[in-house]
C-alpha cells in the first residue's frame, strides 16, 4: 500500500543543471500535482494533470515542465535549474468524480537545493 | 486572480485554550474547501473537508470548520488545543465542481502550543 512516492528524496544541483522528479501513485487516480513549498508561501501549484497524456499550468509554473505518459506517474522537470528554484517538492494525487470526491494524498517530499 | 488567504501567519497558544484560524478565498463559483495539517518533517495530513451539505463539518482530533459562503470564509476552530497540535495549517480551495481538478493552498498558519 504504497501510495503517492516521490524519488528522490534529496538532491544538490548546480545552477544550469537539469533533474527530473518521478511520482509515482498506485491509487488509480485521475489527478496529480506537482506543488512547491517555501517558508512563508505556503503550497504553490507548479502544474497540473487531469488525466493520461493531460498537463496545465498552475500558479508558478515558469522554469518547469511535466510529463503524464502513464496514469500512474507523473514526472517534474527542471531543464535549466535556478538558485530560485530551491525548495521542497510535494507531488499529490487525488481523485474527482460525480459521486465520490477524494482529498489529496500526498508524497514525502523532495529537497532540492541549487547552488 | 483567484487567491486563498490565511491571516495568521503565526499563533501561539497555551494548552486549552481555544484556537480558529481564518481562510478566506476569492472564487465566486462552486468551492470545496479543505484544511491540512503539517506536522514537523512530515508530508501534508487532511484534516477535514467540506464538498456539500451541513457547512459546519468535523474532521479528526476535535478539529472543526465552518463555511460560511457569504463571507467567503471556511475558518477552522477547536475548543481546546494540545501540545501535540503544534504544526503547519493550510487552508486549500479546490476551484469549481466536478473535474477541474485546480487546488489552491494558502500561505500556511504556523501554531505553536505551549505545554
Given at each position: ?62 522554469g518547469y515542465n511535466v510529463s503524464r ?47 | ?20 484560524l481564518g481562510c478566506n478565498y476569492s ?89
Amino acid at each position: 500500500n504504497a501510495g503517492v512516492t516521490q524519488t528522490p528524496k534529496f538532491r544538490v544541483l548546480k545552477t544550469g543543471q537539469s533533474m527530473t522528479l518521478l511520482c509515482a501513485q498506485d491509487m488509480n487516480h485521475e489527478y496529480m500535482y506537482w506543488y512547491r513549498q517555501d517558508p512563508g508561501m505556503g503550497l504553490r501549484l507548479i502544474h497540473y494533470s487531469v488525466g493520461e497524456g493531460t498537463t496545465a499550468k498552475g500558479e508558478v509554473p515558469d522554469g518547469y515542465n511535466v510529463s503524464r505518459l502513464k496514469k500512474q506517474n507523473f514526472l517534474l522537470g527542471l531543464e535549466s535549474a535556478a538558485p530560485s528554484q530551491t525548495s521542497v517538492y510535494f507531488c499529490a494525487s487525488s481523485y474527482w468524480g460525480s459521486s465520490y470526491n477524494s482529498p489529496l494524498h500526498f508524497g514525502n517530499g523532495t529537497r532540492l537545493t541549487v547552488t | 486572480a483567484q487567491s486563498v488567504s490565511q491571516h495568521n501567519h503565526h499563533v501561539i497558544l497555551s494548552e486549552a485554550a481555544s484556537l480558529e484560524l481564518g481562510c478566506n478565498y476569492s472564487y465566486g463559483g462552486t468551492v470545496n474547501l479543505f484544511w491540512y495539517v503539517q506536522y514537523p518533517g512530515q508530508h501534508l495530513q487532511l484534516l477535514l473537508k467540506y464538498f456539500s451539505g451541513d457547512p459546519l463539518v468535523k474532521g479528526i482530533k476535535g478539529f472543526e470548520a465552518e463555511f460560511i459562503k457569504s463571507k467567503f470564509s471556511f475558518n477552522l476552530r477547536k475548543p481546546s488545543v494540545q501540545w501535540s497540535d503544534t504544526a503547519e495549517y493550510f487552508c486549500a480551495v479546490k476551484l469549481g465542481s466536478g473535474n477541474t481538478g485546480k487546488l489552491i493552498f494558502g500561505q500556511g498558519t504556523t501554531l505553536q502550543v505551549k505545554p
